[in-house]
């Protein structure tokens, strides 16, 4: 009988950079990025219990969340954060106007947080080196941010009224982009939003629609681009097949994909040379005495 070796004398550890979106959409945002061990969040707009159950769903750790940033203080996206902050102790950043914008009891621990200008030098938060530009949004000091770790730079551009010419330079520089699509036009005016509503969002305060956003990545013209993830879709004005519909063009150049409002996305690998979908974690039983194995003779 021939016992063949199952294990090699070494094992190879590779880094690489993954990101999952948490929630995406007007019932709150978490964008999710890991790499080397430590992870970091942009915007938390839901409740720790649900980010919790989120996170089970594709086996993350919460605990590796060392550096949360908020884009604005809307609380679709800052929800959970002082339940976040306070449970796994991360530093938290944001613009001064956001924090004065924002709402008591949304706020964390001021001694865990890091105020920071808007489109000014780049913050380093462990392997994260976090861009940030301002953006046209209804709120005081909003930003978006393109964030760089481990060969790649990946952008969470949402809540952004206009294509602006900040938007377009940042796309062109990501292999991947959170890139907001939020309203079909025709959806929205034939809708049930009051007239108030439909000025707010088109007002270019407001939020992209789905050929804003798709206008944004045809002027960006970028080199490394992979992988488009259309987020913020709204429940009432969009959908994701007219979403996807939109940005059909690109489809042979791009992997497109819409995150849900209502679940966690696959979690993605991201490298300088492309996107790939990372396997479901296979549970393990504590005793792998236990496993049958198949034996050749």
């Known amino acids: 009988m021939r016992v063949i070796a199952l294990f090699s004398h070494k094992i190879l550890k590779v880094e690489e950079v993954r990101v999952c ?3 995406s959409g007007s019932n709150g945002n978490v964008y999710y990025i890991e790499y080397g061990g430590e992870a970091m969040v942009v915007d938390v707009g839901i409740s720790y219990r649900k980010l919790k159950n989120r ?4 086996k993350v750790d919460l605990r590796k969340i060392k550096y949360i940033f908020i884009s604005h203080e809307h609380s679709d996206h800052v929800y959970g954060l002082a339940g976040l902050s306070k449970q796994v102790g991360a530093s938290v950043f944001m ?3 956001t924090w004065d914008g924002m709402r008591d009891k949304y706020r964390p621990a001021p001694a865990q947080t890091t ?3 808007s489109g000014g030098d780049p913050v380093q938060a462990g392997p994260f080196k976090v861009f940030s530009f301002a953006k046209p949004h209804d709120v005081i000091e909003p930003c978006s941010f393109r964030v760089e770790v481990g060969g790649v730079s990946i952008g969470v551009f949402t809540d952004i009224g206009s294509p602006c010419d900040e938007l377009v330079s940042n796309i062109s520089k990501c292999q991947l982009v959170f890139l907001e699509s939020n309203y079909d036009m025709p959806m929205l005016w034939a809708g ?3 007239e108030r509503l439909k000025q707010r969002v088109t007002s270019g305060l407001g939020h992209l629609s789905n050929i804003q956003a798709h206008d944004a990545v045809c002027r960006a013209e970028p080199a490394n681009l992979h992988a488009i993830f259309l987020s913020h879709i709204s429940h009432e ?9 939109a940005f059909s063009d690109l489809a042979d150049k791009y992997l497109v994909k819409v995150m849900s409002r209502d679940e966690a996305s696959d979690i993605w690998s991201v490298s300088p040379t492309g996107v790939t979908k990372v396997p479901p974690v296979i549970d393990l039983p504590s005793r792998l005495d236990r496993v049958p194995l198949k034996i050749s003779y």
């Open 21 to 23: 979106s948490l929630a």
């Open 55 to 58: 996170a089970m769903t594709r």
């Open 95 to 97: 613009t001064r106007g």
């Open 115 to 117: 105020a920071f200008a």
């Open 192 to 194: 049930r939003y009051p």
């Open 237 to 245: 004005n969009n959908r994701s097949d007219i979403a996807l519909q």
